[in-house]
Each structure stands twice: as structure tokens, then as C-alpha cells.
């Protein structure tokens, strides 16, 4: 009977030492702390990268399809309504990115309920927030609109596409910080498969709403709707069923709790503010551009901008992947006092950076042709205006790249005002004026300078200011 339940138990010691065996196999085997730090960034970059990517392919998608199967002026309404697309994106990285620094440090002291407890209020307070948002976009929809720069001839199709868009929002914010959570928890792997698999989806339901169906900018809207339901679903199903360290956990409804939450998501937010200013610069970008173009070349000038405007998050989307790969790390070790890793890390993300910024701007300057035609007809006056234009818009690249990379090392090692500042500069402080100015003094080609030259203010005012080294 004894040597039985000796047996027994070590039977089912094996058993379990079996299933965490292949438990670990199933996930991405990750250290922040111990694995080299070369290896460890490209383990995640790749991966985020992906993601990233096809992300990016629900704007990009959008605009493909509807410019071909509605026409330039739905590809220019849908220009008008992307500002709500970034600023539901920025909700969603300011308490991403914020919870991911916090939760990362917590993780590295060992103090593991911390980081669940914060992981809870950034997903409850966002979807809180943008759920307010989307319910006052649709209360106050028209002069919503108008604030945007929409004109008249635009207004009904703006309308027709904003109203399916609305609840996708929210769906978009558990989509970003369950990126960064699940990311967080050592699979960037299954993080990735939160924008391909959505991205897929979203290409093959934007054909058949657009062609097929023939249900315009209001078929685009749904299509993207349900494309990030699929990514919010794929989010809470990684929480419910597969993760192992940061877990959801039930919040107590009291008054301690609740200041508890207030304060905890205020320093996340803080933490997490630079990386929504990021996605407030794109809209500032589009709202100011969009209100230039309007009056310089009226709604064709917009049709062109949008061009840019909707290949801009392509390669925002890559340099971001960049600086959320070196968060997790740079956060990781700046929590545990390991300066060496710290650096190092900082140093490939620079590099990389660089990278992907010369080439983004070699590709868009060399594939301006066939990139516009995807979206507008040729021979038609938008078309020639996006050919002329879109060339010198790519120099932006190279220098908006090591701008999002240092200021997320800033944000990383919780130098929070250096990173907001440094956002300020490129998102509202330079690039308001530099838009009103640029087109009085080289027109039309003003109009189309005017980002890069304001990333190369912000960098030009980094490099001086800053004291990190990468060498």
C-alpha cells in the first residue's frame, strides 16, 4: 500500500514536470534579465514587427479598396475620420506602453501581483475612457466633423463611415494593450498573430463589402469593425486560457481601491503619455494637413495627402515595433540596475532604427508611382499631385525613425517629461507652424516638406539636448 502511493506520487511528479516541459515549448522562452541582449531584441523585434505590419494594413486596406471601388472623395473622407483612428490608438499605447514599464519593473523586483493589479486598471480605465469618447463622437458627430476639417461636399460620406466605426474603437483598445501585456508575459509570437490574423481578415471582408456587396465606406468601417473584434477576442482568450504570469484580477469596488486605481493609472499614464502624444502628432499631421491641402488645392489636394497619410502608419508602424522590442528590455533591466544591458540595448534599437528609416525612404521615393496608383486612378489631377509630392513627404522617414526610438528609450527608463517634450516638439510646437509656413515659401512643394522638415527640428533639438550615448 505504501510503495503504491510512492508510485503513485512520483508518477505524478513526472506527469507534471512533463506538461510544464511542453507548456514552455508551446511558449516563447524569454528572459529580459539573462538572455544576450542582440538575441533578445530580435527575438521580440521580428515578431512586432509582423504584427505591426499587417496592423497597419487595416488603413492601408481601407484606402486601397475604397479609392478604386467609391472614388477619390470617399478615400478623402475617410482622411478626415482618421484622426479618431490615432487618437484611440494614442488611449490605447499611453496606458499600453505605460503599464508595460510599470508591470516590467514590478516583474524585475519579483513583486508579481503588483503587475497583474496594474495590468487589470490600464484594460478597465481605458475602455472606460474610450467608451466615453466613442459616445460623445456619436452624440456631437457633426461638429466632430467639422472640427476635423470636413467640407459639405465630404460631410455625408464622412458621416457614413464614422457611425460603424465607432464600437471597433474600443475593440482597438483591448487589441494594443494586450499586445503589450501578452507581449510582456514572454509571447511575442502569439502578440504578432494580434495583427496578422485581424489584418487577413480585414483585407479579404473590406473586398467583399467594397466590390462584391457594394456597400461603400460604410461596408470599409464594418469591415474593420469586426477585424478588430477578432483581435479584442484573440486578447481575452490569451488572458483567460494561456498566460502565466500577468493575469487579470478582480478589483474590489471600494473607495480604497478605487484611488488606488486612480493613482496607479495616472502614473501609467504618465509613463505611457509620449506614446500618445506620437499618435496625436499623425493626427495633428492630418488635421493640419488636411486644412493646408483643403485650401491650397481644395479636395482633390486632400485626395492626394491621403496617400501619404495612409502610407505614414506603415512605416510609423515599423519604427514602432522598433522602440515597444527595446521597451520591455530597456525597462526590464533599468528596474533591476543593470546599466550595461540597458545601453546595449539602446544602442541596437538606434541602429536598427536607422535601418528602417533610410530604407523606408528609398522605397517611397523609388515606388511612388505604382504606391499611388494603388489608391487613385492615374491621369486624374489627385494622382499627379500625389506623384509630385509623395517623394519629398518620405524624407520624413529617416529622421522620424530615431526620433520614436530615443524618445522610447526616454520613456522606457521613466524619464517621462524629456519624452513628452521631445513629442510636443514634433506633434504641435514645430509642425503647426512649419505647416502654415512652409507653403509660403516653396509652394506647392511646402505642403509636402513640411513633416520632414519638422522631424528634423525635433531630432536636431534631441541630439543637442540629450545626454545618452550609444557607443
Sequence with gaps: MIRQKIKDKVKDKIQRKMKDRIKDKERDSIDFGRSKVEPLFHSIFYPTLLSMVFASLFTVADGIFVGQGVGSDALAAINIVAPLFLMTTGIALMFGAGVSVVASIHLSRGNTKAAQINITQAFDVAILLMTLVAVGVYIFRIPFLRLLGCSDALLPLCQEYLLPILPGCIFIIIQIIGTFVIRLDGSPKYAASLGVIPGFLNIILDWLFVFPLQMGVAGSA??????????????????????????????????????????????????????????????????????????????????????????????????????????????????????????????????????????????????????????????????????????????????????????????ATEQNLRATVFMLLRGLLFLVPVFILMPMLIAPQGMWLAVPVTECMTLGVILLTSKISIS
Design 222 to 411: 464594418i469591415a474593420s469593425t469586426i477585424s478588430c473584434a477578432t483581435a479584442a477576442a484573440m486578447v481575452i482568450w490569451y488572458l483567460v486560457f494561456r498566460t502565466q504570469t500577468v493575469r487579470i484580477r478582480h478589483l474590489k469596488l471600494t473607495l480604497t481601491s478605487l484611488y488606488l486605481t486612480a493613482r496607479n493609472t495616472g502614473y501609467m499614464a504618465r509613463s505611457g503619455f509620449s506614446s500618445m502624444l506620437g499618435e496625436l502628432a499623425m493626427s495633428m499631421i492630418l488635421i493640419t494637413g488636411n486644412y493646408v491641402f483643403i485650401r491650397e488645392l481644395g479636395e482633390d489636394g486632400v485626395a492626394a495627402f491621403s496617400v501619404a497619410c495612409y502610407l505614414y502608419p506603415v512605416v510609423f508602424m515599423v519604427n514602432n515595433a522598433v522602440a515597444q522590442s527595446a521597451q520591455p528590455i530597456i525597462s526590464f533591466n533599468h528596474g533591476a540596475g543593470n546599466r550595461y544591458r540597458v545601453k546595449r540595448a539602446l544602442m541596437i534599437s538606434v541602429r536598427t532604427a536607422l535601418i528602417c528609416g533610410v530604407m523606408a525612404t528609398i522605397f517611397l521615393t523609388l515606388c511612388a508611382k505604382p504606391l499611388v496608383g494603388l489608391f487613385l486612378q492615374p491621369d486624374t489631377r489627385p494622382y499627379e499631385i500625389a506623384i509630385a509630392g509623395l517623394p519629398l513627404f518620405a524624407y520624413s522617414a529617416i529622421f522620424f525613425a530615431l526620433n520614436v526610438c530615443i524618445i522610447g528609450y526616454y520613456q
